[in-house]
């Protein structure tokens, strides 16, 4: 947080609380109804927009806490392909209702039709461009 003079240039939020104490408190308290009070998403949902935002805000601290609530609430990282790319890897799993069904082919169970992949230009999506900041190349999380 290098905007507040007062912080070292890699504070964290828990240092930024701690700092200001008397301005933390209605924040956390705001933090605490809008993550854990009424509301039409579960616990779990509102979490993962938590997670999301904190990525996209690029803050490290928030994007691990938030992603491991997500997480120990029943949430697990995914992917949503389109249906070019399901065409291309036939053998993708899909979510059906929450769930990953493996397909029965044998090895990964994912194949890859050449020809038809030949037909389609590489673009990197949104979801590509935001793992890249946040994954190291073995695909573990990494602070922005």
């Not at 854990?36 to 690029?58: D, H, K, M, Q, W």
């Not at 691990?64 to 053998?91: K, M, R, S």
């Not at 082919?105 to 037909?119: Q, R």
């Amino acid at each position: 947080m290098p905007f507040l003079k007062s912080l070292p240039d890699d504070a964290v939020l828990l240092q930024v609380f701690r700092a200001y104490p008397d301005t933390a408190r209605p924040l956390l308290d705001y933090h605490e109804l809008v993550m854990r009070g009424p509301s039409p998403f579960t616990v779990a949902e509102r979490e993962l927009i938590a997670a999301y935002v904190s990525g996209v805000n690029e803050c490290g601290y928030c994007h691990g806490v938030h992603t491991a609530t997500a997480e120990a609430f029943g949430i697990q990282e995914g992917h949503v392909y389109n249906d070019a790319t399901l065409e291309v890897f036939p053998g993708t799993p899909v979510a059906v209702d929450g769930y990953l069904y493996p397909s029965d082919a044998p090895g990964w169970g994912v194949d890859l039709d050449e020809k038809l992949a030949a037909k389609f230009t590489p673009e990197t999506g949104q979801h590509e461009r935001w793992a890249a900041r946040v994954r190291r190349p073995d695909g573990g999380l990494e602070s922005p």
